[in-house]
C-alpha cells in the first residue's frame, strides 16, 4: 500500500510540474493568439473560437498517449506532409488576415453562420501543427512515472487535459482583451490584424523552409 500511494504522490507531483512547464508555454504568443484576436476583432464567437483550438490539443493529446505520435515523429514523410499542410493553413490564414485587417464591429466572414466550422477552424490551426506534435511527443513522456499507480497512457491523458484547460483559461481571456481592449481603437486594431496575420505568415513559412532544409 505503501508503494501504490508513494507512486501516486509522484505522478501527482509531476502533473503539477508539467503545469508550471505548460502554462509558461500558453502564455506566449504563437499562431493560436494571432487567430484569436482575430475571432475578437471580427465579432465571432469567442467561445467556439477557443473550443476549436481546445479540441485540436484534445487529439494531440490521444495521439500521444496512444503512442501514434512516435511513429509520425519517425516517418519523414509523414512528417513532411502535415508540416505542408499545416504550414499553408497557417499561411492562407494570415494571407486573409492581410487582406480584410478586422476592425471593431466588423462584420464576420460565412463561417459565422456554421458553429461547426468555427470549431473545425481552430482544431486546424493547434491540431495540424506539427512543432506542437512534436512538443507533445517530448514534453508530456517526462512528467510521467512508469512507477505509479495508473497507466503511462492515462498520465498522458491527464498531462493533455491540463494543458488544455490552461489553454482554455488564458486564450479565452486573449480573445475577450482582444475585443474589449481594441473596440474603441479602429487602427490599433487593424494594425494588431496586420500584425496577426503577418505572424501566422511567417510561422507557415518558417515551418516549410525547416522541412525543406531537412
Known amino acids: 500500500m505503501g508503494d501504490l500511494e508513494k507512486g501516486t504522490s509522484m505522478a501527482i507531483g509531476g502533473i503539477f510540474a508539467f503545469w508550471g512547464v505548460s502554462f509558461l508555454l500558453v502564455l506566449t504568443p504563437g499562431a493560436d493568439w494571432a487567430y484569436l484576436i482575430n475571432a475578437g476583432l471580427r465579432n465571432r464567437s469567442i467561445p467556439l473560437a477557443v473550443g476549436g ?5 484534445v487529439a494531440l493529446t490521444a495521439v500521444v498517449a496512444a503512442g501514434v505520435a512516435a511513429l509520425v515523429a519517425g516517418s519523414p ?8 499542410v499545416g504550414a499553408v493553413y497557417l499561411i492562407w490564414l494570415g494571407a486573409t488576415a492581410l487582406l480584410r485587417p478586422a476592425t471593431p464591429g466588423s462584420a ?29 511527443l517530448a514534453l508530456l513522456p517526462q512528467f510521467t512515472d512508469p512507477s505509479a ?19 482554455g483559461l488564458v486564450y479565452t481571456g486573449v480573445g475577450l482583451g482582444a ?25 507557415g513559412t518558417t515551418l516549410l523552409v525547416q522541412q525543406l532544409a531537412a
Open 53 to 57: 483550438l481546445l479540441v485540436g490539443y
Open 149 to 167: 499507480a495508473w497507466p503511462v497512457a492515462g498520465q498522458i491523458l491527464v498531462l493533455g487535459l491540463v494543458h488544455t484547460l490552461s489553454c
Open 179 to 203: 475585443r474589449v481592449v481594441l473596440s474603441a481603437r479602429p487602427n490599433w486594431a487593424r494594425a494588431v490584424s496586420r500584425f496577426s496575420g503577418g505572424a501566422m505568415i511567417a510561422i
Open 77 to 84: 514523410v509523414v512528417l513532411t506532409v502535415l508540416t505542408a
Open 108 to 136: 464576420a466572414d460565412d463561417e459565422t453562420g456554421s458553429w461547426l466550422r468555427q470549431v473545425a477552424k481552430g482544431a486546424g490551426i493547434s491540431g495540424l501543427n506539427p512543432k506542437a506534435l512534436l512538443l507533445f
